[in-house]
């Protein structure tokens, strides 16, 4: 079973930036998927960008699309989502994710998650 620890969240005005970490333990961090997901409140969780394995293939949410940037470290098992120019409409809890399916390309279902991280918590000030 794998672990996920998050960070990195926080407040910020509309337009700035925040970088989500997520630091991943207990199993071969390059052969899967890790994604990201956001839940705000009174909505389902959704997704928002997925790297494969190793790295070399991403997908985005057509909201996030040329705002957030998914990245992994191997060295350090870590996964990075770094969001700009934020909104309003991008407040919600954040949730790292890891893939159920070795070698997998993209992790983009909620049913595919084999575990979640805990949360973090952006909030976007007008």
């Known amino acids: 079973q794998v672990q996920l620890v998050e960070s990195g969240g926080g407040l910020v005005q509309a337009g700035g930036s925040l970088r989500l970490s997520c630091a991943a333990s207990g199993r071969t961090f390059s052969s899967y998927a890790m994604s990201w997901f956001r839940q705000a409140p009174g909505k389902e969780r959704e997704f928002v960008a997925s790297?494969?394995?190793?790295?070399?293939?991403?997908y985005y949410a057509d909201s996030v699309k040329g705002r957030f940037s998914i990245s992994r470290d191997s060295a350090k098992n870590t996964v990075y989502l770094q969001m700009n120019s934020l909104n309003p409409e991008d407040t919600a809890v954040y949730y790292c994710?890891?893939?159920?399916?070795?070698?997998?390309?993209?992790?983009?279902?909620?049913?595919?998650?084999?575990?979640w991280g805990q949360g973090t918590q952006v909030t976007v000030s007008s």
């Open positions: 994710a890891a893939d159920s399916r070795r070698g997998s390309i993209y992790l983009r279902r909620v049913t595919d998650v084999a575990s």
């Open positions: 790297i494969s394995g190793s790295g070399s293939t991403t």
